[in-house]
Structure formats: C-alpha cells, structure tokens
C-alpha cells in the first residue's frame, strides 16, 4: 500500500495532546544531547541560571556551558526556547519496564 502525505500530516492541533503526554513527565530525570559539544546528560545535573524574581531562567550545559533551554515566564505566557538540545528524552511512566 503507497503512503500519501496527506494520509499522514495533520493539523498543528493535534501535536497538542501529545504534548501535553509529554509535559507531564518528571523532567529533572530527564535526558538531553546538547548541540554545542554533544554531551548527553540529565537535565537535574546541568546548570540553572535564574535571578530572583527575574521573569525567566538558562539552562546551560554542565560540560560546556553552551544554552540548552530557555524558559520565560511573563505576560501571562511560558515561551521555552530549546534550541540548545538536539534531543530531549523522558521516560514514560505509563510504561513499568
Ligand atoms: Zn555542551
């Protein structure tokens, strides 16, 4: 059987429940690659930059120093940068293995 693109994309919309499978995961176990030197690493063991009361906070990487993470919280809004991690990895929880 021959696979169309248009039997396999779906609206933006739909990226959203799965998002929000992952959102839920423990992220400080969490795994990461970072795109500046490759090292991978838990998100708990790299370093967090956060000023009080500042409206965001840096993750940068704990071999390198490169970013990993942006996040802001401001506005009424999150915005979350990633463009420092090739990959992000969580574990299910829903999966006992
Ligand atoms: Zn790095």
């Known amino acids: 059987?021959?696979?169309?693109?248009?039997?396999?994309?779906l609206d933006g919309n739909a990226a959203a429940g799965l998002l929000q499978e992952v959102f839920v995961h423990e992220f400080s176990g969490a795994r990461g690659a970072c795109a500046s030197c490759g090292a991978v690493g838990e998100m708990g063991a790299q370093h967090l930059y956060m000023a009080p009361l500042a409206p965001g906070a840096v993750l940068r990487c704990a071999a390198c120093e490169g970013v990993l993470m942006v996040v802001v919280?401001?506005?009424?809004r999150f915005r979350l940068g990633f463009r420092g991690l090739v990959w992000l990895e969580m574990k299910d929880t829903a999966v006992t293995s």
Do not use: F
């Open 73 to 76: 919280h401001a506005g009424g």
């Open 1 to 9: 059987m021959e696979i169309h693109e248009q039997d396999v994309r």
